[in-house]
């Protein structure tokens, strides 16, 4: 059976299916029961939902056979374009883009509670919310607007600002910048001297450090309430806090690669990241999962199987993927699900 031959099989379908619309597509496939493939070749159609033969009208019950092939019928929902992850939204949910005003885009986490005030608060990475921002330098301030979908995406500030800044965990480097009076003056005095011969270039002066971070994370509040909502796409609702434990199944749901699976491998992981174009950074107490994110990933929940939050996505490559651990967001940020 030839493409012609299934697209005419198909409109005559669609022609019954009036005014149901629940046929979705045809094609030719194996017939398969209770999960298993017999190799029996089927004429497999698709459909939104399967319903009981009682329950559909004699004109649109799906023949057992047609032009001689067994038809298999199965339920694939409502089939669209997988871009809503990118798109504008309200309101919108955790699992699609978002980003401070002067990133590309990241994920939109999940949505959670002040400890102190109570109010409604949108999670993700420093480096989403706060553009990787150690809290000293001017890559971010509190207030800043948080753009739905992210720039990258198409948002900007002036029609698609979703959110503000409301806090976030400084990211220290391995190198950062001196605070010392005198290392500074230096710095000031050396720049106007060479000023004049290299216009284009500046001497910095800086320091090693080495604090460790236990967390890529921060908040924003929304303008409106009603602007968010609290279910993850394709997921739903968080269940609650759990441990991440060697071998625990994981999943995420995230701006560019959507639903992916996961296991966990390691945990108490010390590890450095690369930090763009801010150098290197030290992480420790983190754990590690097989691949499952992609760049734009980033901000994105760990969840179990069953909903439960373990952690909160922030690096990885095409190997392997890098988490915080869940308690320690929430520690940090003094929040709650």
């Known amino acids: 059976m030839d493409n012609l031959d299934i697209?005419?099989?198909f409109r005559g379908l669609l022609a019954n299916d009036q005014p149901e619309n629940?046929?979705?597509?045809?094609?030719?496939?194996?017939?398969y029961v209770r999960g298993k493939n017999t190799g029996e070749e089927v004429l497999t159609i698709l459909v939104k939902k399967k319903y009981h033969e009682s329950k559909l009208r004699r004109?649109?019950?799906i023949p057992r056979a047609i032009n001689a092939l067994p038809t298999d019928v199965i339920e694939v929902g409502n089939i669209r374009l997988l871009n809503e992850r990118m798109s504008f939204k309200r309101p919108a949910h955790p699992g699609m883009s978002l980003g401070h005003y002067k990133i590309s885009a990241g994920t939109f986490g999940g949505v959670v509670k002040d400890k102190k005030t109570g109010k409604l608060l949108l999670l993700s990475n420093n480096h989403v919310l706060a553009n990787i921002s150690n809290g000293l330098d001017d890559r971010a301030s509190i207030g800043d607007p948080i753009i739905q979908p992210g720039i990258y995406d198409g948002g900007n500030i002036e029609n698609n600002t979703l959110a503000h800044l409301w806090k976030f965990i400084p990211i220290h480097h391995e190198i950062e910048s001196s605070r010392c009076k005198i290392a500074k003056a230096f710095e000031v005095l050396f720049n106007k001297c060479i000023h004049y011969l290299y216009p284009h270039y500046q001497i910095r002066v800086v320091r090693e450090t080495e604090k460790l971070n236990l967390v890529d994370c921060a908040v924003a509040v929304p303008k409106n309430t009603s602007d968010i909502s609290s279910e993850i796409l394709e997921f739903g609702l968080v269940s609650g806090v759990k441990e991440a434990t060697l071998g625990l199944p994981i999943k995420k749901s995230g701006r560019t690669t959507g639903v992916t699976y996961s296991t966990i491998i390691a945990t108490k992981v010390t590890f450095k990241v690369s930090m763009s174009d801010q150098g290197y950074a030290i992480f420790t107490d983190q754990v590690l999962a097989g691949p499952?994110?992609?760049p734009g990933d980033s901000g994105s929940l760990i969840l179990t199987e069953d909903n439960y939050a373990?952690?909160?996505?922030?690096?990885?490559?095409?190997?392997?993927t890098i988490f915080n651990k869940i308690e320690h967001v929430l520690e940090k940020l003094e929040i709650t699900f």
């Open 292 to 294: 499952m994110g992609m």
């Open 7 to 9: 697209f005419e099989i």
């Open 22 to 31: 629940n046929i979705v597509g045809a094609g030719q496939g194996h017939k």
């Open 310 to 320: 373990v952690g909160l996505l922030f690096a990885g490559s095409e190997q392997a």
């Open 59 to 61: 004109n649109t019950i």
